[in-house]
């Protein structure tokens, strides 16, 4: 089993639309977890941190669920900038915490 | 804007050859990255410091080295490429908290 798992979509969602994305991690003890954005040919970006008690910034909000152990991406009115691989990243709390997990990815293709 | 820059950003080579990717960044972090991201894998860690001469092995280091004589720059050496080795590589950094922070990436083709 992956370490961190997703969706690989891809999510095929109109302009508009809200989109939610899932990620599962394996780690029980795991205590930061992040969203990152990477588009094609690109770098990936981090799009946000994620808080116990969830966050929200601007059109999108991240949500934590420890008891089973998931974490989601919910994007409100989708824009055709939004179009993007989105990578769910988690530090696993070992020994060696500086290193990051990252999920394969789950693609967002927003249509006009 | 992290101020990472990587050199080269474009490279192909022949498998055999031994191939050096440059990560600079102008910020004094302590801890620098290299992973690889393949299709269907993600990013994967090769090599990563703490700490000027300080390095540590990743979950695929096979084939590749790595040093850090300076804060600012971390090398990634593939003594004998293979066409393996074929991927996109991106230097990160990680910033006072867990987050990181990437460079714009090498692609790397071995042909």
């Known amino acids: 089993r992956k370490e961190v798992e997703q969706d690989p979509g891809p999510f095929n969602v109109p302009e508009g639309a809200t989109v939610a994305f899932n990620c599962t991690y394996s780690n029980s003890a795991s205590q930061s977890f992040f969203w990152y954005r990477q588009d094609c040919r690109k770098e990936p970006k981090l799009l946000m941190s994620v808080y116990s008690s969830g966050n929200e910034d601007g059109r999108f909000t991240a949500q934590l669920n420890r008891a089973s152990q998931y974490i989601s991406l919910l994007i409100r009115d989708s824009k055709l900038s939004d179009s993007a691989t989105y990578l769910c990243?988690?530090?696993?709390?070992?020994?060696?915490?500086?290193?990051?997990?990252f999920g394969s990815g789950t693609r967002l293709l927003v249509r006009p | 804007d992290a101020g990472i820059t990587q050199s080269p950003r474009h490279k192909v080579t022949e498998t055999g050859t031994p191939v050096t990717l440059r990560c600079h960044q102008t910020e004094n972090h302590r801890y620098m990255y290299w992973y690889r991201q393949d299709p269907g894998h993600g990013l994967r860690l090769i090599h990563y410091?703490?700490?000027?001469?300080?390095?540590d092995k990743g979950e695929v280091s096979d084939g590749y080295s790595v040093s850090r004589s300076k804060t600012e720059d971390f090398l990634l050496t593939l003594e004998s490429a293979t066409s393996s080795q074929t991927s996109v590589y991106f230097c990160a950094i990680r910033d006072r908290g867990f987050e990181q922070y990437f460079g714009p990436g090498t692609r790397l083709t071995v042909t």
């Open positions: 410091s703490y700490g000027v001469k300080d390095t």
């Open positions: 990243v988690v530090n696993p709390q070992t020994a060696s915490s500086y290193k990051l997990i």
